[in-house]
């Protein structure tokens, strides 16, 4: 199966960039309802509609939602790209319809999507609401688990540009996944272990295209999240967590992954009998951890109360909604040593003098404008000549 050349055939051009909203996708919905496939099955705190995608007949049943954080939207591109390759009619296509019955929530959180925010309308975080399900997406959701009654669920999520994976050579973590604890001692049991498995093959197929970029989250137990409370009602659950990929803040690289690890997984379903004994490989898949920056701004001179001495700052973006537009604005968040973090983009200012309009010395929570020297300049975090 050449992964690529199916993504660049059923990417949906439609999607693009990290502001996708229930505008964008109830015209594809709309496409897909040829024979009442697509239903309204419930309604969120400020009256959006929350779809539901079914096809297939198979026997093996799975259950795939996204945006239940509303600003986590690179696996919703990700989903439609590939629900685009299920309605292809293709051999390969049909071979997964006969095999699955997919059942897809493409967005649980409609008002924290336009808000761009992670909670939804009441600031509630849907992914810790399992448990007390006191918000009405959490409710769809739960409702839509039991009657579909899956064999596998698929949770996918977004996660920052912070994470990264490896020790002495550090790389973004472009991709990560989690088979979610069941109890708090963290067991691996075999409805756990049926996760591991297919994790393992996705990783096997993603270190072909992204070597040493796929990370492991972490797995403390919490029965309030949604992953933890159906691996603990004994269905498999596989987290997948979008991440960063080099220079591609609109993670139109990172959906490519994303799609090609759905695909990968369910292949390996469809071809194989899980047997539960992938837990080492498993393991031997390296921790994402806190360690990047968006910018490291190396060996710059300060000049404070007369007084020289040589720093580095780190940057960060804070994507912000303005008119409908996501911005990405860059805001200084780390002075002095950064070691064991890395940047994505990292600049050495060989002793440069720091410079701005306000002050001569970088303050946290600053707007990332300043110079190095006379020749210099860095607008938004960004080096201009």
């Not at 769809?140 to 949770?155: A, S």
């Not at 990560?176 to 197929?205: G, H, Q, T």
Request: some cysteine; glycine content about 6%; aromatic content about 14%.
């Amino acid at each position: 199966m050449n992964f690529e050349k199916l993504f660049s055939q059923f990417k949906d051009a439609n999607l693009f960039g990290r502001y996708i909203t229930l505008g964008d996708i109830e015209p594809l919905l709309m496409k897909f309802n040829t024979n009442n496939q697509v239903q309204i099955i419930g309604y969120s705190v400020l009256g959006k509609p929350i779809y539901k995608y079914q096809l297939g007949t198979g026997s093996k049943r799975i259950f795939l939602w996204s945006q239940m954080h509303g600003n986590e939207s690179t696996t919703t591109k990700a989903l439609f790209d590939f629900l685009n390759f299920l309605n292809s009619d293709s051999e390969s296509a049909n071979k997964f319809l006969l095999e699955f019955t997919f059942c897809c929530l493409p967005m649980v959180n409609p008002d924290g999507a336009l808000l761009y925010t992670r909670e939804n309308a009441n600031k509630v975080d849907l992914n810790r609401d399992s448990q007390a399900l006191s918000q009405p997406e959490s409710e769809v959701l739960r409702q839509t688990f039991e009657y579909f009654k899956p064999d596998y669920c698929y949770n996918l999520h977004d996660q920052r540009t912070i994470f990264g994976v490896g020790d002495e050579i550090q790389k973004p973590a472009t991709v990560s996944f989690l088979a979610p604890s069941y109890n708090e001692a963290r067991e691996i049991n075999d409805v756990r272990a049926k996760a591991i498995e297919v994790i393992v093959a996705m990783n096997v197929v993603l270190q072909e295209f992204i070597p040493n970029q796929v990370g492991r989250f972490d797995d403390s137990f919490n029965i309030n999240c949604v992953g933890d409370t159906f691996q603990s009602l004994n269905v498999p659950t596989i987290l997948i967590e979008a991440g960063h990929f080099h220079h591609d803040y609109d993670r139109e690289v990172t959906r490519k992954y994303i799609f090609i690890a759905l695909l990968s997984g369910l292949k390996y379903i469809h071809e194989n009998d899980i047997v539960i004994n992938k837990i080492e490989e498993y393991l031997n898949i390296s921790h994402n951890k806190i360690c990047f920056y968006d910018f490291i701004y190396k060996n710059i001179k300060i000049n404070y109360d007369n007084n020289k001495f040589i720093t580095s700052f780190a940057i960060q973006y804070k994507e912000e909604l303005f008119d409908n537009q996501l911005l990405f604005n860059a805001y200084i968040t780390d002075i002095g040593d950064l070691k064991g973090f890395s940047g994505h983009f990292e600049y050495d200012a060989k002793e440069a003098l720091y410079e701005n309009l306000e002050q001569n010395i970088p303050k946290f929570g600053q707007k990332a404008d300043f110079y190095l020297g006379k020749s210099i300049k860095i607008i938004n975090g960004l080096i201009k000549m």
